[in-house]
C-alpha cells in the first residue's frame, strides 16, 4: 500500500477529477469536493489573472462552509492545476495566490519546477505531477513532487501512448507514494481497475464534462453523450502537444480529422487567444461510451459509487478478491 500524506489519506472516494481547461470553475470543483471526490481546476482558467483570487476565496469558504454543517460527512479537498511552462507568464503570481490561500493539492503539468513545489510545501500542500512515462516520473519525484499522475494512453486533451499496464507497473517498482492513473476512466468498474493495476486513485476529466456545472457549451456536452472512443482523434496540431479531441469539433472546424498536419512543437499554445483548443476543438479521452446522459456532479458521482460497489461485489463473488 501507498503512504498517503494528508489530505490524501482520507479522501471519501479514490477519484480525483482532471482539471479541465476553459471548463473548470469553482461551481464544478465545489460540487465534486462536495460529492467527495477531488475537485480540480486550472488556474488559468481564472480569467483576467485578478478573478483567480476571487474563485479561491469562493470554493475556501463553501467548503468550510459544507464542512462545518456536515462534520461527519466533510468534503473531498481542491485541487488548482500549474501549467509549469516557459509559455505560462502567469505562473509566480497564480501560485503566490495558492499559497495564500493553501491549497490543499497543486497539480503541475507540462515541466517540473522545484522552487513551486517547495512553494506548496511551504504550507503542507502537496503536489501531483503530470507524468506520460517512466522517465518523466523519476524526474518529477526527482525535483520534490510528493505524487504522480500517469497520464496513458486515451486520456482526454494532453495524453500519452503507453498502457496503463506497462506505465503503472514501471512506476512502482520505485515509486511507493501517491500515484494517480489517467486514460479512459469514466465508470466505476475502470475506478477499481486503477486500483488493481497498483493506482491509488483513479483521475476523471471527460465524464465531468458531461455534467450539469461543467462551463461547457450544450452541444459539447451532447457530443461526449453521443459519441465513443471511435470518434477520439489524436493529434499535435492544436497546441503543439498531442491530444486526444473530438472528430465531430474537428470537422465543425472544417478540418478533416483524418488527415490532421503535425504542428510544431516548439510553438506551444496552451489557450490563449489565437488558440482554437479547447474552445472550438474539443479534448476528449477515450471512455466517454460509459457516458450516456448529461446529470449532475452528485448524480455521476453516486452512480460511481455504485458502480464500483458492484464491481467489487462481482469479484468477490468470482473468489477473484
Known sequence: MSHLPAPLNRLPFPVIGSPLFIISNPKLVIAQCIAGVVGAMPALNARPAEQLEDWLIEITEALAAYNQAHPDQPAAPFAINQIVHKSNDRLEHDMALCVKYQVPIIITSLGA????NAAAHSYGGVVLHDVINNK??????????????????????????????????EIRQWFDGPLVLSGAIASGDAVLAAQACGADFAYIGSAFIATEEA??????????????????VYSNLFTGVHGNY?????????LDPEHLPESDPSKMNFGGDKSRAWKDIWGCGQGIGAVTKIQSTADFVAQLKREYASARARLLARNYA
Open 113 to 116: 519546477r522545484e522552487d513551486i
Open 136 to 169: 518523466h516520473a523519476h524526474k518529477a519525484i526527482e525535483k520534490g513532487a510528493d505524487g504522480l499522475i500517469a497520464v496513458a494512453a486515451g486520456a482526454g486533451g494532453h495524453a500519452g501512448l503507453k498502457s496503463p499496464f506497462a506505465l503503472i507497473q
Open 215 to 232: 462551463r461547457a457549451a450544450q452541444d459539447y456536452k451532447q457530443a461526449i453523450v453521443d459519441s465513443n472512443s471511435d470518434d477520439i
Open 246 to 254: 473530438l472528430a465531430p469539433s474537428i470537422r465543425n472546424a472544417g
